[in-house]
């Protein structure tokens, strides 16, 4: 079946520099992806999204870029801070409201 | 805040009861949903519902039984449940028909099924 996965379950990074996650997606025909961000006791946040037409988006501090040859999708944060510990999901939308969702990264920010 | 509600927030109960779960969103949204999320597991969607129909069942059991009265609530009724579904139960809401967008999720559900 269709599968979103995740290259690393964990991700540390020293506070100030930028921290990637990488993503691993399956369906080509997946049209819409979606970066979101889960707190600890918290439902999953809307970081950043992109649309296949695109290669690149930007927002503040995030960048999300996308290899759609590879199938591949990073989540970039610049100057990492300690409130960005979280797990991190990405998310692709094949089809009309059918998202798939990745096991997610675990960001540790060291102080 | 999100503007997606859920509650209660945990939830502990035998596996003879009988709970809901709740959700409501004042986001103007018409498309609800409900995720369960176990550990070390991908989200998984459970149920769609678009402008109050129910438009996906993602082979769920059905000790599991949604109901969405009107576009701006959305309840999960609980049954006969199994340790197994212990788990994070999470609703979201979005636009449907606008093209793709993204959802906005409660905080959960916490359920323990003892």
């Known amino acids: 079946g269709e599968s979103v996965g995740l290259h690393l379950p964990t991700l540390s990074v020293q506070e100030g520099d930028n921290s990637i996650i990488n993503c691993a997606y399956s369906?080509?025909?997946?049209?819409?992806f979606i970066w979101y961000k889960q707190e600890s006791g918290k439902g999953p946040q809307f970081i950043i999204d992109i649309r296949s037409n695109m290669d690149k988006r930007q927002g503040q501090r995030v960048t999300v870029l996308l290899n759609k040859t590879v199938k591949h999708l990073s989540l970039q944060i610049a100057a990492t801070q300690p409130g960005d510990s979280a797990v991190y999901f990405c998310a692709e939308n094949g089809g009309y409201q059918k998202v798939t969702f990745g096991t997610g990264t675990k960001l540790q920010v060291i102080p | 805040e999100t503007g997606v509600t859920q509650t209660p927030r945990h939830l502990v109960m035998g596996m003879t009861n009988k709970k809901s779960l709740k959700c409501e969103q004042h986001l103007g949204h018409n498309a609800m949903y409900w995720y369960k999320q176990s550990a070390k597991k991908p989200l998984e969607l459970m149920f769609v519902?678009?402008?109050?129909?129910?438009?996906e069942n993602n082979s769920v059991p059905s000790r599991f039984s949604p109901e969405c009265p009107n576009s701006s609530h959305l309840f999960l009724h609980l049954h006969t449940l199994q340790p197994e579904d212990s788990a994070l139960y999470l609703c979201?809401?979005?636009?449907?028909?606008?093209?793709?967008?993204?959802?906005?999720f409660g905080q959960g559900t916490r359920l323990t099924v003892v």
């Open positions: 519902y678009n402008f109050k129909e129910q438009t």
């Open positions: 979201a809401s979005s636009l449907a028909g606008q093209g793709n967008t993204e959802a906005f």
């Open positions: 369906n080509s025909a997946s049209d819409y």
